[in-house]
């Protein structure tokens, strides 16, 4: 079975909960991304990484993720 046929599955708190924990991985790639932004104080160095909003992605996609771990936690809970 193919992964998208597994995920549509899925009952609806586990797909928050998977597309949740997607949320957090993306946030902590944003958090290293910032982090590895900061150290760069050179203008020349600095164009190597780019200007993105990291911190603002980070915010943003850890605050979705964690409502949506939130919401489904306690069925997810349920069902173990």
Do not use: C, H
Not at 1 to 19: G, K, N
């Amino acid at each position: 079975m193919d992964p998208i046929t597994r995920f549509a599955l899925l009952s609806d708190a586990a797909q928050l909960a998977l597309a949740g924990g997607l949320f957090w991985l993306f946030a902590g790639f944003a958090a290293y991304m910032e982090r590895r932004r900061m150290k760069r104080r050179d203008l020349v160095r600095l164009e190597q990484v780019g200007w993105v909003p990291w911190l603002g992605l980070f915010i943003g996609a850890a605050i979705i993720g964690g409502g949506m771990l939130a919401v489904s936690l306690p069925v997810v809970l349920g069902n173990l």
